[in-house]
């Protein structure tokens, strides 16, 4: 999880302001499951703008945005998830966010749009924007 992996960085000395939290734009696909539990191996990806969105699941327990398709639950980070990864990231204070790869995001660009609302909408929105300029803001 990524409470986990900041948890474990952190027990060694790394500041949580030094660690970015990465957010696919695919999905990952496990055969035979029908839910978050992952019982079966994952058998590759599947950008997000292939995915057939019908009966798509949100589950915040496992923190994990899914659907059933074709005999396989497919996991993935949707706008929703993406809006509570930047919660949680924001609340714990890392130092910021990724979305990779792009390319395979929807047409629509819903992903992005999510990340940047999530973002503006932030608490540390107003932190930022009240940071004295740096030599990059040229």
Do not use: C
């Not at 992952?38 to 949100?58: L, M, P, Q, R």
């Not at 809006?83 to 660009?109: K, L, R, T, W, Y």
């Amino acid at each position: 999880s990524i409470e986990a992996t900041i948890n474990e960085f952190t027990s060694f000395g790394v500041p949580v302001s030094k660690l970015g939290i990465g957010i696919p734009f695919y999905g990952r696909k496990f055969p035979g499951d029908t839910g978050p539990s992952h019982a079966n191996t994952h058998s590759g990806g599947i950008s997000y703008k292939d995915i057939i969105f019908t009966g798509e699941v949100y589950d915040s327990t496992y923190g994990e945005q899914g659907l059933v398709n074709a005999g396989e639950w497919i996991t993935y980070a949707g706008p929703q998830l993406i809006n509570d990864i930047v919660a949680f990231g924001s609340s714990v204070g890392v130092g910021g966010f990724m979305a990779f790869p792009i390319n395979q995001e929807d047409s629509g660009h819903s992903l992005s749009a999510a990340l940047t609302d999530a973002l503006f909408n932030a608490a540390w929105a107003e932190e930022i924007a009240q940071r004295s300029p740096t030599p990059f803001d040229k």
